[in-house]
Nanobody, 115 residues
């Protein structure tokens, strides 16, 4: 079955950086779009960034210029490099893929930005 396992979250000061990783299994990773979402307390889950099979990327406006999504098809992994972090980036970050119009999610990794 499809499994997505995130890692790399933690506590960071404003202006700091984190790199999230997501390891995928159970899918033909190379052909699918991968995405990162986040959910802050009391808010709906929102899309942060996506990367398609050809490497084209898309970002929510608040992430543009600060976050970079990338993938390593040889490792079946997708990454989210987050720089210049702000307190409003605090959330649980989820990896996502959608093969055959079925959404799959990882367990999430907590990112907390606080002084």
């Amino acid at each position: 079955q499809v499994q997505l396992v995130e890692s790399g979250g933690g506590l960071v000061h404003p202006g700091g950086s984190l790199r999230l990783s997501c390891a995928a299994s159970g899918i033909r990773f190379v052909i699918y779009r991968m995405g990162w979402y986040r959910q802050a307390p009391g808010k709906q889950r929102e899309l942060v960034a996506t990367i398609d099979s050809g490497g084209s990327t898309n970002y929510v406006d608040s992430a543009k210029g600060r976050f970079t999504i990338s993938r390593d098809n040889a490792k079946n992994s997708v990454y989210l490099q987050m720089n210049s972090l702000k307190p409003e980036d605090t959330a649980v970050y989820y990896c996502n893929t959608n093969p055959s119009n079925t959404n799959y999610w990882g367990q999430g990794t907590q990112v907390t930005v606080s002084s």
